[in-house]
């Protein structure tokens, strides 16, 4: 068969195999080598990528009149960091169809102009990524002096309604090491206060949330991020690399996010000394046990709230207070002390919740669930393979250990549930307080099922090749499932 005649709908199904980054060129290159056959064109606006500031215009150009041939693009990206701001906000204001969208943020953006492309909520918008790098060529701290910070960026997307954002990523890069060490030139801030980031994450709009990454270099997230109840509960792959993360951090967002199965932690401090094998004994012990202190944790705040409840269904109505003597007008006397040499009362102490006698709080327990954690990846330099292998006999260990602990408190728990204590198990992040994301142990599955049994949760697999493609991966590692999400390998 010639091509002429094949037909238009099996030529769109080849042309969606073609990768993203020369996806234009690739369908341009097929429309000249066979000009006669039916080669849908709409596919040359389905994927753009511009590489070169005078593309924006040129695209600007052809669309603005083009009402037809807006919506037909759906996956837009800007992958030069010199480019008119003012043009690509116009652009984008056109282009009402995007469901993925890459900006490459450089020295030429203002807040305003992120302020403005985000302004108007896009409900099919599933792929979103920000890569901000503040100078291109020449080290300078202009945006630095001027205050220009993107803060406003978190605070726009935070406003946005319950739509459906699956995968985010906002991306600063760390300066070149040889810009930042012969100039001796400090990492530029490009988020002020990270206060914004704790915004965006308890917003309706990132509720669906499973792929975040998130790279601030040098700065400690980890609080604005673990410390937030039941924000991004569907998370399943979490990039925080080059930020200040330790090790108290990592157990932190293991406790936080339930379902997390993929951790990425690229230049960050897991362990103190890389080289000690107890460093990652203790590592692998923590992705193990986490859950046992969620569900401790989570306990706790149950065993509050039933506190609180029975407090104040009791609690009589309080009798009035006696008025405030009123201070009879006239000249007060002269000896009157206007300051206080006593010293400044202390902060009081947090309120204790007092239940009356004879009112019996329920006891309670939650079990622990089994780790879903299926990979962690960091980087670790100036190892050899020797150790290598050491280090991940080490983490496995401490896997084994972890899982032993996990094992003997549920059979303490069995004891108690035999003996007539009510037992629940969490089943979703839930805000609500009380019983919420809760459900009641009904029989023995839930303390002997097969996936408590050791042999069949695995450890994780432990990759230390770092970011990029040049090291040695292993198979499996969550590296290679981020470049999959993301589209990259950085």
């Avoid at 005649?5 to 020369?22: G, N, T």
């Avoid at 009402?67 to 037909?72: C, G, H, P, S, V």
Wanted: hydrophobic share 40%.
């Amino acid at each position: 068969m010639q091509l002429d005649r094949l037909p238009a709908e099996l030529y769109s199904a080849i042309i969606s195999h073609l990768p993203a980054d020369s996806f234009q060129q690739d369908v341009l290159a097929l429309t000249r080598a066979i000009p006669r056959s039916p080669v849908p064109i709409h596919h040359l606006l389905e994927r753009i990528r511009l590489k070169h500031a005078q593309q924006i215009v040129q695209l600007y150009t052809r669309l603005r009149n083009a009402t037809d041939e807006r919506n037909l693009v759906k996956d837009f990206g800007v992958v030069t960091w010199t480019v008119d701001a003012d043009v690509l906000v116009n652009l984008l204001g056109i282009l009402p169809r995007i469901s993925s969208l890459l900006l490459f943020v450089g020295p030429y953006f203002t807040p305003e102009h992120l302020e403005d492309i985000f302004h108007k909520p896009r409900e099919d918008l599933r792929f979103l990524s920000l890569r901000f790098r503040p100078y291109v060529e020449k080290a300078t701290y202009f945006q630095f002096l001027k205050g220009a910070y993107f803060d406003t960026t978190l605070i726009a997307l935070s406003r946005w309604p319950s739509y459906k954002l699956p995968t985010l990523s906002i991306v600063q890069d760390p300066p070149e090491p040889l810009i930042s060490s012969a100039k001796h030139f400090a990492q530029p801030l490009v988020f002020f206060r990270l206060e914004p980031i704790s915004v965006l994450l308890c917003s309706e709009y990132i509720s669906s949330l499973t792929h975040l990454r998130l790279r601030i270099p040098s700065r400690q997230v980890s609080r604005f991020i673990s410390s937030i109840p039941a924000s991004v509960p569907a998370l399943r792959l979490l990039d925080l690399s080059t930020c200040n993360i330790l090790s108290s951090d990592m157990e932190g967002m293991l406790i936080r996010f339930h379902g997390l199965q993929h951790l990425i932690l690229d230049g960050c401090s897991v362990a103190r000394d890389q080289s000690q094998a107890t460093e990652w004994n203790n590592i692998g012990k923590i992705c193990a046990t986490a859950t046992v202190r969620r569900a401790k944790a989570r306990e706790k705040e149950l065993k509050t709230w039933l506190q609180h409840n029975a407090a104040t269904a009791t609690t009589p109505v309080s009798m009035p207070q006696p008025a405030a003597r009123r201070i009879r007008p006239g000249r007060r006397g002269l000896a009157t002390a206007t300051i206080s040499l006593r010293e400044e009362p202390t902060a009081s102490e947090p309120d204790i919740i007092h239940v009356p006698a004879g009112i019996v709080i329920p006891k309670v327990r939650v079990i622990p669930s089994p780790p879903t954690l299926l990979s962690l990846c960091t980087s670790a330099s100036f190892i050899t393979d020797v150790q290598h292998q050491t280090i991940r006999e080490e983490f496995e260990r401490g896997w084994d250990e972890g899982l032993a602990q996990l094992a003997a408190v549920k059979s303490r728990l069995y004891g108690s549930w035999k003996n007539g204590v009510r037992m629940m198990r969490i089943t979703a992040n839930a805000s609500g307080g009380g019983y919420d994301g809760l459900e009641a142990i009904e029989g023995e599955n839930a303390f002997h099922s097969e996936e408590d049994d050791n042999a069949s949760l695995s450890p994780p697999v432990l990759c230390l090749a770092g970011s990029g493609t040049s090291g040695k991966h292993v198979e499996g590692c969550g590296h290679n499932i981020a470049w999959n999400v993301w589209n990259d390998t950085i």
